[in-house]
């Protein structure tokens, strides 16, 4: 059940806490001190003076009560920093467990968190705080009310006591069992939220396809079944609130009743004054009424949406918990760097056609490779199986004649780079940047890295090294951003450096600028090439075409596979000289 | 002051008061919603309030009749009423306000959807869309809670009031003794409205400096995979979060002094009226029940010290609404035609006669005329920024030009009925959008009842079929689960737009992430479907602008020339729009070389 995991979480973030809660407790007693004895004073004020014609003896009485009330003040004003050491580094300790959880769900299902739900969850710490800080201020302050007020009544009048707190018990039983319906039915009303978020984000940022084929009215018809469910599940809520009635009935007005009903009873039999009877109307009306109906109004939504959004938290935080990782044999480190892949067979799902079927290929260290093929015939899951972001169905993947699952994990991110198309550039100086993997790199390596990917000029245009990159990247291009990357990867001690298109919003010059130094860097190179320009730069040539693929010099395949000279031919055909016949009857010479 | 706080804190910068123009417009339509309930509510929580400001002295009668013993049940009953049709107000209240507001906020979202569809792209670049969800999702709710807000503060205004009466009656010098004691309350929260905006602004800052960290390392979260560097940039993420931590103390060091004073305040006054309030008990001027109601009574005067911060919180409320406003207000740039004409059947002609489009200033069309004649394929060439796809998007009506005309068979496109135009005029653009549950869905998003039969035959023509077969549940896929390279969206776009079956096709750079082999089969099967159809091809590679049949150059606003792609190759300044490639082609040596037997273009 989410509200027990939500619990859960709580009650795990809050243990450093403990010694900041016992002292906010102590407190509060302090604070609820006037409560306790405002009913006694006041019953003694009237008894002892204004009924018995000696105000002034009244005035005394009250003027204690005063006394004790700044007392309470005091007890309020010490809470303050206890409430913040109990709030505070709960929302350090929630942000910081739901950053670290987004980021591993996103490292397992790279499509899972999109930016809204990033936002949400932020929100929702936010929201916790607020909520937390909310809860224990007010409803400690009228809980300890309330309790201290039970106490001054049993003082008064331990049948009175007795009396009330039976119909207080009561009604509390019953509150608890309307709470959880309305968690249930608050959580319905955030979800459905959520998804008037998922489904109009689409439409909003893909407005010009809906447009443009004329697919406003089922748009905006998709979107619109999701705003009427969240309309209907706020009503749905509104009126499990009504279930509040009978709980206030029971604990609030049925109590004053039953003992104005008894005051008769008890003034003639157990000797009770009117000042005391006044002291016990007191306790209910401002200690324990104003607790009982915060505890239900306002501590009822607080609670509720607490509850809930406690709940969506721990789902988040849950998620991204890693299985407990399987007994492997030791992690090692392999000698030698030598890529092998083993009859590997690779593909989406059990049903799926498989992507790499039974793949065997040996990429000696120090071998530029690149692999090129059709659109979507799998370039980049053969680059993520290398890298071991992927495992294989079938087959094995070795290093250095050691299986890949049998590295040593860190050793083996050290040794193999991957550069995604996508560059990761992130908010910090462009050294920071640059020293992402190599953080103990000299400014002249640095300055050598630049140089050689030719990010010198974007760097001077920009002032150095120690320029801010904005969050968001700021003004950089994705060409430069890329530059950046790829910078990044070769000051770093990779060994085997995998470009997936990681050139490919460069222009052609800048491109074969990059690649030329990586490849005149030590250790492996795979180039996945966007450009067949990529592939005549290389040693040797990876065709993939569907599942099946070639591995030989460009000059090699050039004669002997069709699909490769399908690729170089059209081509070379598309620059400036546009040929009839695009079949070659004579081995082109080569550069 | 307060207005502009507030806004200051939201992070607007448009003016204050068109905004909350804006926003009371909007707040007057949704009471128009439902009036009926509004007039409920109103009604109920009067009841409440007059039933509140009774029950003090309905107690005070009862506790008078229990001390001496006479007409105890009579008093008992009358207390029952009173608590009994308080407690009905309250629920009631807060169903009525919940009902009505569920409904208003429903309308005005559908409202602001449907609003959004209507201002199309040009309202894309006015309210871009993170904007625009937070307007759908956050401040359309606003107007829901105003009315109910507002009359809570009327209600609670008035309890304070009815108190404040109560008290008097019950004995003039309690009242003046209250109000006295009164005034330094609002005092002191007056200074907790203008100490704490400084330390929770800068709190928000911290917090949303968090917020975009996370969401960059999101966006580069393959290369953190590929790193292994997690923990090192969870570190960086959080580097702000001493700082909050410290923010965050300071925010809870002013409510601490405002909530201690306040603390004192309420107690001591009852204290005071009590004080004053027993001397005349004794003095017979007042009953021991009186008493009580009155110590009653200060504490519901007090509950209007609340009412600074419902106050701050219905301006919320307003510029929430205001901002929904603006875009409701806004005039959608491409307007459906007034007397919509047919189009006449025979295949797509267009022509775009003296068009001129601006933007920011610049003249990116200027006077532009050019005639394709229908059923040919014409590749639109142009260095970048030039407008092509500008150009292109005149033509299905997704922009309008600011001067001139375009037609479609010989019918100006602003007369046809976009419905209809949009269904005769097809896209397919370099990042298609993921509309639509599952593959399937996706690319037969306009056309839902599509047969899957029909939907697989426009991704074979799209050479889509293979790849989508290979994935974890083939068409049914849902998308979110299928992994995409931007080759595979493009040939979904595509397939898209074959699906549509429509008479002029638009490719706007629709295949520019596809290897050139890819490219070849996807020109020759449209060739195949497009038979007899008009394409408009916006063209970046040679091979792309020599497959079509004509060639128009657009430079400096203009068509420089219209022929075949081979004719025009003779000129040097057309193959320097394709430039970069032949000097690529030069350093890497692999120039234009003569194959024996095929001769080169002149």
């Known amino acids: ?591 | 002051m307060k207005v502009s706080q507030i806004l200051r804190f939201l992070g607007t910068d448009v003016p204050a008061a068109a905004l909350r123009v804006a926003g009371t417009r909007v707040l007057q339509q949704s009471a128009g919603q439902a009036r009926g309930m509004v007039v409920l509510l109103g009604v109920v929580t009067l009841v409440g309030v007059i039933t509140t400001v009774l029950t003090p002295s309905a107690l005070g009668a009862a506790i008078d009749a229990a001390g001496n013993r006479e007409d105890l049940s009579h008093a008992l009953v009358w207390l029952a009423a009173v608590f009994a049709v308080t407690t009905a107000a309250t629920a009631l209240e807060d169903l009525i306000s919940s009902y009505w507001g569920s409904q208003v906020t429903a309308w005005l979202r559908h409202r602001l959807m449907g609003r959004a569809l209507v201002l199309g792209i040009p309202g894309q670049r006015r309210f871009p869309a993170g904007d625009l969800l937070s307007r759908l999702t956050e401040n359309a709710a606003s107007p829901a809670s105003f009315f109910p807000l507002l009359i809570s503060a009327c209600a609670t205004l008035l309890t304070s009031i009815g108190a404040v009466v109560a008290l008097i009656l019950i004995d003039f010098r309690l009242g003046i003794i209250f109000l006295i004691g009164a005034v330094p309350a609002v005092v002191v929260l007056r200074r907790f409205v203008t100490q704490a905006s400084q330390p929770f602004l800068r709190y928000q800052q911290l917090l949303a400096a968090i917020i975009t960290r996370l969401l960059d390392a999101h966006r580069g979260i393959r290369t953190i995979r590929a790193s292994g560097t997690l923990e090192r940039d969870v570190g960086r993420i959080l580097l702000p979060l001493p700082e909050l931590h410290h923010t965050g103390r300071q925010v809870w060091a002013v409510q601490r002094q405002v909530s201690w004073q306040l603390s004192l305040l309420g107690p001591l006054l009852q204290v005071l009226v009590l004080s004053v309030g027993g001397f005349v008990l004794a003095a017979g001027g007042i009953t021991a029940g009186q008493l009580v109601a009155a110590v009653s009574y200060v504490g519901l005067a007090l509950g209007s010290v609340g009412l600074f911060d419902t106050l701050v919180a219905l301006l919320t409320c307003q510029v929430g609404a205001g901002r929904v406003g603006e875009v409701l207000d806004t005039t959608p740039a491409i307007s459906p035609p007034v007397r919509p004409v047919t189009v006449s059947p025979g295949p797509g002609q267009v022509e775009l006669r003296d068009v001129s489009v601006r933007m920011e200033q610049r003249a990116v069309l200027d006077h532009l005329d050019l005639s394709m004649p229908s059923g040919t394929s014409v590749a639109i060439v142009g260095g970048s920024g030039t407008g092509k796809t500008v150009l292109t998007s005149l033509i299905g009506r997704l922009l309008d030009p600011d001067e001139g005309e375009v037609l479609l068979n010989r019918v100006p496109v602003a007369q046809l009925e976009l419905a209809a135009l949009r269904r005769i005029v097809t896209y397919a653009f370099e990042r298609p959008a993921l509309l639509g549950a599952t593959v399937h869905d996706m690319i037969a998003y306009a056309r839902p009842e599509a047969s899957r039969a029909d939907v697989v035959a426009a991704a074979a023509v799209a050479q889509a079929d293979r790849f989508i077969r290979s994935l974890p549940e083939g068409y049914d896929t849902p998308l979110v689960r299928a992994p995409m390279s931007g080759g595979e969206l493009q040939r979904l776009g595509l397939a898209r737009a074959v699906l549509a079956d429509a008479r002029v096709i638009v490719l706007d750079d629709a295949t520019s992430s596809l290897d050139t082999a890819t490219e070849v089969k996807v020109a020759e099967a449209l060739e195949r479907v497009l038979a007899g159809r008009t394409c408009v091809v916006v063209a970046h590679r040679a091979a792309t602008a020599d497959r079509a049949d004509l060639v128009a150059w657009l430079d400096a606003g203009r068509i420089r020339a219209l022929a075949p792609h081979h004719v025009l190759w003779s000129d040097p300044s057309y193959r320097a729009v394709f430039g970069t490639d032949e000097k690529t082609m030069a350093r890497n040596g692999d120039g234009p070389t003569a194959v024996p037997g095929v001769a080169a273009p002149s």
């Open chain 1, 1 to 591: 059940m989410t509200l027990a995991a939500g619990v859960r979480l709580l009650r795990r973030h809050l243990r450093p806490q403990r010694q900041a809660l016992w002292r906010l407790a102590g407190w509060s007693a302090l604070e609820a001190a006037p409560t306790f004895v405002s009913g006694l004073l006041i019953a003694g004020a009237l008894d002892r003076g204004f009924l018995a014609g000696r105000p002034l003896v009244g005035l005394g009485w009250l003027a204690a009560l005063a006394l004790l009330q700044l007392i309470g003040a005091v007890g309020t004003r010490q809470i303050y920093p206890w409430l913040a050491a109990t709030v505070e580094p709960l929302r350090d300790s929630l942000l910081t467990a739901v950053v670290t959880a987004s980021l591993q769900r996103a490292l397992k299902d790279e499509k899972a968190a999109s930016g809204s739900s990033v936002s949400q969850a932020s929100e929702q710490v936010e929201a916790v705080r607020a909520l937390y800080s909310t809860l224990l201020r007010t409803m400690r302050q009228l809980l300890s009310g309330g309790v201290a007020a039970l106490g001054g009544l049993t003082v008064l009048s331990p049948l009175l006591a007795l009396v009330v707190a039976s119909f207080v018990f009561l009604a509390v039983i019953l509150f608890a069992g309307i709470l959880c319906i309305m968690v249930g039915r608050f959580r319905t009303v955030v979800l459905r939220a959520e998804e008037i978020s998922a489904t109009a984000a689409p439409v909003v940022e893909g407005m010009r396809d809906v447009v443009a084929h004329a697919a406003e009215a089922r748009a905006a018809r998709e979107v619109g079944e999701a705003i009427q469910a969240q309309a209907e599940a706020l009503r749905a809520f509104a009126r499990a609130r009504v279930l509040r009635l009978p709980v206030v009935t029971l604990g609030v007005h049925l109590p004053m009743l039953a003992l104005l009903a008894m005051s008769p009873w008890l003034i003639a039999r157990h000797n009770l004054t009117v000042g005391q009877i006044v002291g016990c109307v007191v306790y209910l009306a401002s200690g324990l009424q104003p607790a009982f109906q915060v505890v239900v109004n306002a501590g009822g939504t607080l609670l509720v949406s607490l509850g809930v959004i406690l709940g969506r938290l721990a789902e988040v935080c849950a998620c991204a918990e890693s299985p407990a990782p399987a007994a492997h044999p030791p992690a090692l480190c392999p000698t030698g760097h030598d890529l092998d892949v083993d009859g590997v067979t690779f593909a989406y799902s059990p049903h799926a056609e498989p992507i790499v079927a039974d793949l065997t290929l040996h990429i000696p260290a120090g071998m530029h490779l690149a692999v090129v093929g059709p659109s979507g015939v799998g370039k980049s899951t053969l680059a993520n199986l290398l890298a071991r972001l992927a495992t294989p169905q079938r087959g094995q993947l070795r290093l250095g004649g050691l299986a890949l699952e049998q590295v040593d994990e860190g050793y083996l991110r050290r040794t193999v780079a991957l550069i995604p198309q996508e560059a990761y550039v992130f908010a910090g100086s462009i050294r920071d940047n640059l020293a992402y993997l190599q953080p103990r790199a000299t400014s002249a390596e640095i300055d050598e890295a630049v140089v050689a990917v030719g990010l010198a000029e974007t760097l001077s245009r920009l002032g150095g090294d120690d320029a801010e990159v904005p969050p968001g990247g700021g003004a950089l291009s994705p060409g430069e951003r890329q530059l950046i990357a790829l910078a990044r990867v070769y000051l770093s001690a990779a060994q085997i450096v995998i470009l997936d298109e990681a050139t490919c919003h460069l222009d052609p010059v800048a491109e074969a600028r990059a690649e030329q130094a990586f490849a005149d860097r030590h250790g492996t190179l795979v180039v996945i090439a966007h450009r067949m320009s990529s592939a005549m730069r290389a040693d040797r040539i990876l065709v993939m075409d569907g599942a099946d693929a070639v591995l030989g010099s460009h000059h090699d395949l050039l004669a002997n596979n069709r699909l490769y000279a399908d690729l170089v031919g059209y081509w070379d055909r598309t620059h400036g000289e546009p040929h009839a016949d695009h079949r070659l009857t004579t081995p082109r010479p080569l550069s």
